[in-house]
């Protein structure tokens, strides 16, 4: 059974800086990539960076380099690095596991919602002004 368990949330000052952690198991022999996604007040939940078990990543444009995703494969866990926060980076954070379609694994994982087979809990991040 595919777990994932986000940790790392909480509130910040704008300008500051957080780091979210998701411990990962149940598909360690499943190809599925890793994602973090983020769903504010009255939005659509918006894909942020996703990584695969070779390195390759996917970041979203408009989140610019303040977002980055990394992981530790020996650890099992995946992780989002955000720098300079924002008051509309205000959110519930979602780790995620996503799968690729078949004939495209070399493909960089995808940050749509659609690929996504298993989400972990949400973590609220609060960036005051």
């Known amino acids: 059974q595919v777990h994932l368990v986000a940790s790392g949330g909480g509130s910040v000052p704008s300008g500051g800086s957080l780091r979210l952690s998701c411990t990962a198991s149940g598909y360690r022999d499943i190809d599925y990539y890793q994602a973090w996604f983020r769903e504010a007040p009255g939005k659509q939940r918006e894909g942020i960076a996703a990584?695969?078990?070779?390195?390759?990543?996917t970041h979203s444009d408009s989140l610019g380099a303040r977002f980055i995703i990394s992981q530790d494969n020996a650890e099992n866990s995946f992780y989002l690095q955000m720098n300079n926060l924002e008051p509309d980076d205000t959110a519930v954070y979602y780790c995620?596991?996503?799968?690729?379609?078949?004939?495209?694994?070399?493909?960089?994982?995808?940050?749509?919602?659609?690929?996504?087979?298993?989400w972990g809990q949400g973590i609220p991040v609060t960036v005051s002004s």
């Open positions: 995620a596991a996503g799968a690729k379609p078949r004939g495209f694994m070399s493909r960089a994982p995808s940050l749509s919602p659609q690929s996504i087979r298993h």
């Open positions: 990584i695969d078990k070779e390195g390759r990543t």
